[in-house]
């Protein structure tokens, strides 16, 4: 059975890792356009918001799908809130699952981590763009 947690729960995280390097290249070149000047920072922002609520939604589906919480609203914030670390405690996965909601937290820290390298690199490009 626990084989079974983590299988699913690398495969999960998986799925959202290779979703948000999707995503973050696919907005990395759009951000390359000539067309694109100004705000690159604040557009980036808005699009990683939408791709951790987009990833935050994979978990919830997976623990829609595998029946942890009654309805999908509240998979999708007990989903937001591991993500993001908060972990309120007012909804809890199932003894068998717990597993996965520590390990969406893991990943949530660190897809963040990743978000914000590419938000600094952005603006740092920004603020060179200025000088010049």
Same mark, same amino acid.
């Given at each position: 059975m626990l084989i079974k947690n983590i299988v699913w729960s690398l495969f999960?995280?998986?799925l959202c890792v290779g979703v948000h390097y999707i995503l973050t290249r696919w907005v990395t070149r759009r951000l390359q356009c000539a067309t694109l000047r100004k705000p690159r920072a604040g557009l980036l922002c808005s699009l990683l918001l939408l791709a951790h609520l987009l990833e935050c939604?994979? &978990?919830a589906t997976f623990y829609y799908i595998h029946h942890c919480f009654s309805s999908f609203y509240d998979s999708l &914030?007990?989903?937001i809130t591991s993500f993001a670390t908060v972990g309120y405690g007012d909804l809890l996965l199932?003894?068998?699952w717990e597993i996965s909601g520590s390990l969406e937290g893991m990943t949530g820290a660190l897809l963040t981590g990743w978000s914000v390298a590419l938000l600094v690199a952005v603006v740092v490009l920004e603020s060179g763009e200025k000088q010049r």
């Open positions: 999960i995280t998986g939604g994979v &978990y &914030y007990f989903s199932p003894r068998f």
